[in-house]
């Protein structure tokens, strides 16, 4: 095995719960799931970032670069709360259209400590629009309303203000990932030590005497 290889294979557990950290940010900050949602995703983000730790760390690798592990892992889970928010922003970016969309239905939710609206828009022609655009409560939005939001045409994104910055939003995802994936490959060059390796040469030793 070359060395970038077993580079690659020791680190393939940080590079891998990035990855699904960022995926399961994404779903959580989607109408798959709705706003409701968003802090169980907190919760299912770290829950992923201690995990990845975890499966590294069954690798043995030596202390310094178990602290490395952790730090990376901490940018696991804080990409992967980025992701919440910023993964539907990045599918506005690339699929997002302008509509000025009527108020077919308003409800109050919690986000944080805040209580906000969720509110139900439709486009013109009366089709609904999937998803849930959330205002702070002192917007005043009501039923029948008309708002400009930007609209997912694959209906992965809940729809947001026409006035939300979007641009950048996917560029700036992919810097993340890398920006935590560096440090995640550079955590694969510690070499394998620790009970597994100690076993192996503890078991070698009697053979070699007996060769004698």
Not at 52 to 66: A, D, K, L
Not at 177 to 193: N, T, Y
Request: with cysteine; glycine share 10%.
């Amino acid at each position: 095995m070359t060395p970038l290889m077993a580079m690659l294979r020791r680190a393939w557990p940080l590079l891998a719960g990035l990855t699904l950290a960022v995926a399961v940010g994404a779903v959580f900050g989607s109408t798959l799931l709705g706003p409701d949602w968003l802090s169980l995703g907190v919760v299912a983000v770290v829950v992923v970032a201690l995990a990845t730790f975890w499966v590294h760390e069954r690798g043995n690798v030596r202390t310094v670069w178990s602290l490395a592990a952790a730090i990376v892992a901490m940018g696991v889970g804080l990409v992967g709360l980025l992701a919440i928010y910023i993964a539907p922003l990045a599918m506005v970016e690339l699929f997002g259209e302008p509509v000025q969309a009527r108020v077919t239905a308003v409800r109050d939710g919690i986000d944080g400590r805040e209580y906000k609206h969720r509110i139900r828009l439709a486009r013109p022609d009366g089709t609904a629009i999937p998803g849930e655009l959330t205002l702070p409560r002192d917007a005043g939005t009501k039923q029948g309303d008309q708002l400009a939001v930007l609209s997912d045409r694959t209906g992965v994104a809940n729809p947001v203000p026409a006035d939300e910055p979007v641009t950048g939003s996917a560029a700036f995802l992919v810097i993340l990932w890398l920006a935590v994936a560096g440090p995640a490959v550079l955590c694969g060059m510690a070499p394998d030590s620790g009970p597994t390796v100690r076993g192996r040469e503890r078991r070698a030793a009697p053979r070699d005497r007996r060769r004698r």
